[in-house]
């Protein structure tokens, strides 16, 4: 009777087999297509990304222009008045989220390495703990500085005044002055994480990505303390046209 158990292929043969070559050949070939995915799998989760924050900024600018509606058409100030925190402020993050029912996700861009809340800044700033972690802020000077609300009916050429800018991290609002703005300690002021674009959110509700500097043109899409759409005489517009020329 035959024994299985010793049956043995003779020397130099490979019976149903993988000889070494062959193996290396399947190595090399997966290896060469995982260095191709790469790249392809990297852009479809970065454009994926760059589209959840321009979903983010269109729903944050949606329940701010609720809040103009039901606020005799003023717009929501950078800290509005929160009796339940302790220094009696809140950030418009805060009142939206709590007002609107805004996840707290809402607030957060995929692609940024990290987000805070306003107390959560290094310096002593923040006017009051009730604030959500953010990679988005307003224009203050125009859509509501500190506790001031600004009357969106005020506001000329909306559809083409930045109103939510992606910014690094915790700032609660902008304005032109801000764009110069890179700290120390490794802060910079805005987001550039989209293939070097940001998303800006803009007065009437449209949201577009693109790189910041193409916001400074000559009809000014960042309004000034100084009056409306003045940017072109305004020192820091000037200067900002003359940059990004
Ligand atoms: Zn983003």
Redesign the pocket.
Known sequence: MKNLRHTTSEPGTNEGGFTLIELLVVIAIISILAALMTPIVGSVRGKA??MQ?QN?VRQILLARQMYVGDNYGNMVPCRPAWPDDPKGYCTWRWLLKEMYGLGEAVFV????PNSYTEAGRPEPFAPGKSDVNA?YAHVGEVFGNDSQSRRISLIPEVSQQVELV?ARDYWSDMNMGSFGWVWADGYGVY?Y??AGK??IGYGDGHVELKKLGATVTPRCQWDTPAGPHDGATHPEYAAMLEMYK
């Not at 861009?109 to 940024?112: E, G, L, R």
């Open positions: 990304q760059a924050c983010n861009c995929p692609s940024a990679n992606e987001g994480w989209h940001t998303t």
